[in-house]
Nanobody, 121 residues
Framework: QVQFVESGGGLVQPGGSLRLSCVAS????????VAWFRQAPGKERERVAC????????YVTDPVKGRFNISRDNAKNTVYLQMSSLKPEDTAIYFC??????????????WGQGTEVTVSS
């Protein structure tokens, strides 16, 4: 069965850090670009970051630039989102999604179920 499974979410205080993981199963992740999206309650889904199949190209959107970092370990079939200096506005469900080879913000073949991140004191 082809799927992504996210983990690592939770409750964290403002200014804190979390590392999210996105594990792929049923296919070889090294042929896929992987992006993270997030959706806050009552808001539309938002782009967060993307990494291409080799890991040599990464993209981070302006709301999280300088605070979030995306990386991957193809040997573990896993992509990570390291989040630091978290703000209450980062509260959302975070999803990972995969598409072949290079990053873009559409045309994703696989999606995970999401992991919830809450930033609150």
């Amino acid at each position: 069965q082809v799927q992504f499974v996210e983990s690592g979410g939770g409750l964290v205080q403002p200014g804190g850090s979390l590392r999210l993981s996105c594990v792929a199963s049923g296919f070889i992740l090294e042929y896929y670009a992987v992006a993270w999206f997030r959706q806050a309650p009552g808001k539309e889904r938002e782009r967060v970051a993307c990494i291409n199949h080799s890991g040599k190209s990464t993209y981070v959107t302006d709301p999280v630039k300088g605070r979030f970092n995306i990386s991957r370990d193809n040997a573990k079939n896993t992509v990570y989102l390291q989040m630091s200096s978290l703000k209450p506005e980062d509260t959302a469900i975070y999803f990972c999604a995969g598409k072949e080879m290079e990053c873009s913000w559409s045309g994703f073949d696989y999606w995970g179920q999401g992991t919830e991140v809450t930033v609150s004191s």
